[in-house]
């Protein structure tokens, strides 16, 4: 033992290139998105996350929050091409996925492909469209790819959904299914401004801010595409002890066994789960997952997953509700 050797600190854990290029994504993407979005700090967050982790996100709020322009920003500060869906009852499948035209010229069909053939898709108010219109975006959530006439066509790389929804209008909307709630890797509460941020909208749009013209914001491509999909791929170099993704497994597992869920998460919201703490992790400069992004993450994971016991329901408990109890119930790793 050499002199002194106690007041050594233990050595800092080496960040990798490709973590650090992760962080810088972050970085350079939420700064261009805030010259548009005045707060809502954690839900952008959650959005970049889950383009890194290669998952979709639901978003659910009421009109006006900005859900829309998060999309906007986001796809723009990550020079993702951007189509907006705006779902109604009469929507059919066609409509999202596309169809095959009569071409007079050529004397055949030819497939004319529809807008879920890009980078990034927001499917604003996905409830209002009926359930075989939304089971159109099964396959393409899961698999990254859609059939059609008879092939398979695959998706960009980078294809992410984007969904809204009203929680407090029911009138004229469908349900989500829960094999459709399953494949989204965030539920994300939209809430209202602060006070002061609040005042910094309406002082904002008092000095001319559009939020149909993102240039004139000054919203810019911070990153490319490239860089985003090297920062998924950063997510192989993040770590995970043992113990933290044996708490993964718990947190989900302990899901299925509360009295008070009738319906617990599946393997897949695991999954997501992991991919989900890995991504933030990298997003934030670490290499390795701490219980603490795990517990961070458990709610947009995994509530929109629940469905709860008729007794919950009837103490008016919702899904979050119960999920911090749950939550509460398992012992962190230290």
């Known amino acids: 033992m050499t002199p002194h050797s ?27 998105v805030r010259k548009a979005v005045i707060g809502q700090d954690e839900a952008l967050e959650l959005m970049l996350c889950g383009l890194i982790a290669g998952g979709h996100v639901l978003l659910e709020g009421v009109p006006g929050t900005a859900k ?20 109604t ?21 030819v497939l004319v492909r529809g807008p879920i053939f890009t980078d990034l898709l927001l499917a604003d108010e996905i409830n209002r469209a009926p359930a075989k219109t939304q089971s159109a975006l099964l396959e393409a959530m899961q698999e990254r790819s859609v059939s059609l006439e008879g092939r398979i066509s695959q998706l960009s790389p980078l294809f992410t959904v984007f969904a809204t929804q ?19 890797l965030f539920k994300i509460d939209i809430g209202y401004p602060s006070d002061a941020e609040e005042e910094q909208i309406l002082n ?3 000095r001319g801010f559009d939020s149909g013209d ?16 090297a920062a998924r791929d950063a997510l192989q170099t993040v770590t995970i002890e043992p113990p ?23 393997p897949r919201a695991g999954v997501h789960l992991l991919l989900a ?19 961070y993450l458990a709610a947009p994971v995994l509530k929109h997953r629940l469905l709860l016991s008729p007794d919950a329901e009837l103490d008016g408990a919702t899904p979050a509700d119960v999920l911090k109890e749950v939550v509460a119930s398992v012992e962190v790793p230290r």
């Open 6 to 32: 106690a007041l050594v600190p233990p050595p800092t854990p080496v960040i990798g290139a490709a973590v650090q290029r992760a962080n810088a994504v972050r970085e350079a993407s939420l700064n261009e």
């Open 68 to 87: 829309t322009l998060m999309a906007k920003a986001l796809a723009k500060s990550v020079s993702a091409e951007f189509k907006r869906i705006q779902f």
């Open 89 to 109: 009852p009469d929507m059919m499948p066609a409509d999202i996925l596309g169809t095959s035209i009569f071409d007079l010229k050529s004397q055949g069909f």
């Open 166 to 184: 009203n929680p407090v209008e029911s009138e004229g909307t469908y349900p989500l299914p829960e094999a459709q709630l399953d494949r989204f």
């Open 204 to 206: 904002a749009v008092h």
């Open 214 to 229: 993102l240039n004139k914001a000054g919203v810019a491509s911070a990153v490319t595409r490239d860089q985003v999909l």
């Open 244 to 266: 933290v993704l044996n708490y993964v497994r718990k947190l989900v597992a302990a899901t299925r066994n509360s009295a008070r869920i009738r319906l617990g998460a599946g």
């Open 277 to 295: 703490s890995k991504a933030l992790a990298a997003l934030r400069g670490r290499g390795f997952v701490t219980p603490d992004d795990v517990r």
